[in-house]
């Protein structure tokens, strides 16, 4: 089964960048970033495929937040730039869409 820690969340300005990490344990099809924002639901983020590496976004992210995993490492990254108060969230990776095998998450707070 897939166990993840996501870690590298903070306070950020508007504008401003941070890096997620999440350390994998086990394999998935597809491996993913979702956020939940306070007050709403999932947001699915980002996703990649472990077989062919391809990676696709949410449109409310593309262009700003970038995706990549590092193989030898057990590890996905997320890296976000241009950060926005709407991007305030709790970031989680996980296994599908919904959420599935997500960690405890990490917490992104966008404000000045």
């Known amino acids: 089964e897939v166990q993840v820690v996501e870690s590298g969340g903070g306070l950020v300005q508007p504008g401003g960048s941070l890096r997620l990490s999440c350390a994998v344990s086990g394999f998935m099809y597809w491996m993913y970033w979702v956020r939940q924002a306070p007050g709403k639901g999932l947001e699915w983020v980002s996703r990649?495929?472990?077989?062919?590496?391809?990676?696709y976004y949410a449109d409310s992210v593309k262009g700003r937040f970038t995706m990549h995993r590092d193989n030898a490492k057990n590890m996905l990254y997320l890296q976000m730039n241009s950060l926005k108060s709407e991007d305030t969230a709790v970031y989680y990776c996980?296994?599908?869409?919904?959420?599935?095998?997500r960690g405890q998450g990490t917490q992104v707070t966008v404000s000045s």
């Open positions: 996980a296994t599908s869409p919904i959420g599935d095998h």
């Open positions: 990649i495929n472990s077989i062919t590496g391809s990676i």
